[in-house]
């Protein structure tokens, strides 16, 4: 059974760092596709930040430069750095798998970002 456990999540203030961590059980980590999502009230989930088995990434235009994903697989751990925080990045972040024709969601944690 898959599971995806995050944590980091919290209340700054703009301007501010957090780091959110995913940690994954029950499969190959080093073989998923490792993403960050979001979703705001009123809002579809987004695609925030992806990470290839390879170690490519790729991010949403409103993160870039601000944001960094990265992963270890020895802890089977996918991490997001998110600096420079703003209120427009208020949401539930969730983390998601992908593997072999498989999507697994963690339970999300909320990031507030206060003006």
């Known amino acids: 059974q898959v599971q995806l456990v995050e944590s980091g999540g919290g209340l700054v203030q703009a301007g501010e760092s957090l780091r959110l961590s995913c940690a994954a059980s029950?499969?190959?980590?080093?073989?998923?596709?490792m993403g960050w999502y979001r979703q705001a009230p009123g809002n579809q989930r987004e695609l925030v930040a992806v990470?290839?088995?390879?170690?490519?990434?790729n991010y949403i235009d409103s993160v870039k430069g601000r944001f960094t994903i990265s992963r270890d697989n020895a802890k089977s751990t996918v991490y997001l750095q998110m600096n420079s925080l703003k209120p427009e990045d208020t949401a539930v972040y969730y983390c998601?798998?992908?593997?072999?024709?498989?999507?697994?969601w963690g339970q999300g944690t909320q990031v507030t970002v206060s003006s």
């Open positions: 029950g499969t190959f980590f080093s073989n998923n596709i």
């Open positions: 998601q798998a992908r593997a072999m024709g498989n999507v697994y």
């Open positions: 990470i290839s088995v390879g170690g490519r990434t």
